[in-house]
C-alpha cells in the first residue's frame, strides 16, 4: 500500500519499475490502482471469467396451474412451491387454464392470478404483467434482485497498492 497519491505520480512510479498502473475499482473514492504486469492481469482475469462460465447454473422456468375453482388450500400449497423454486433461483410461470363455462368468467380467474400475486408480492418480481393468450391467462415471475448503487467519485486522488 502506497496511500492516496496524485495519478501522474503514480504513473511515474509505474514507469520506473516497469510495469503498468492498472485501476481495479474505478468506483470507489478515491479509485484503487495497482502497479503490475498488466498481460499477467488480464490472463489470470480470464481464468476467473472461464472458471466463473463454468459453474454458472442456467435459470430454469417452472410451471404453476390454477383453475378459477381452485380453492385456499391448495392455493397455500402451490405457494409453498412458488417459494421453494423462487429460492432456488427460478422463474415461476404462473398460469391458469379456463375451461368449458368457465370463459364465461373470466374475470374470477384473472382475480385469482392477482390474489397469488399479492400473497407473495415482497418475496418476487413480475416479470411479465400478467395477460390472457387464448384460454389460459399467466404471468412470468422471478426471485428478488439485490441490486446495490455504485457510489461515485468526487475526483482527486487514486488510491495506489504494488503487487
Given amino acids: 500500500m502506497l496511500g492516496v497519491m496524485a495519478t501522474r505520480d ?12 492498472v485501476e481495479i475499482t474505478p468506483n470507489a473514492m478515491p479509485p484503487v490502482c495497482k502497479i503490475m504486469d498488466y498481460g499477467k492481469f488480464k490472463y489470470e ?9 463454468k459453474a454458472q447454473k442456467g435459470t430454469q422456468v ?23 423454486f423462487l429460492a432456488s433461483g427460478n422463474k415461476v410461470r404462473l398460469s391458469l387454464q379456463f375451461r368449458g363455462r368457465e370463459n364465461a368468467h373470466r374475470d374470477i380467474g384473472e382475480d385469482k392470478i392477482a390474489e397469488v400475486l399479492a400473497m407473495i408480492k ?33 475526483g482527486g486522488g487514486i488510491r495506489i497498492s504494488v503487487s
Fill in 45 to 53: 482475469e480470464s481464468i476467473k471469467a472461464k472458471q466463473a462460465r
Fill in 10 to 21: 503514480a504513473q511515474r512510479l509505474a514507469e520506473n519499475r516497469g510495469l503498468d498502473l
Fill in 62 to 84: 417452472k410451471e404453476i396451474k390454477f383453475h378459477p375453482g381452485t380453492d385456499i388450500g391448495d392455493i397455500n400449497h402451490k405457494l409453498k412451491q412458488i417459494r421453494e
Fill in 122 to 154: 415482497d418475496e418476487c418480481t413480475v416479470e411479465q404483467a400478467p395477460k390472457t393468450d387464448g384460454r389460459i391467462h399467466f404471468c412470468l415471475i422471478g426471485p428478488l434482485r439485490k441490486n446495490a448503487p455504485k457510489p461515485q467519485n468526487p
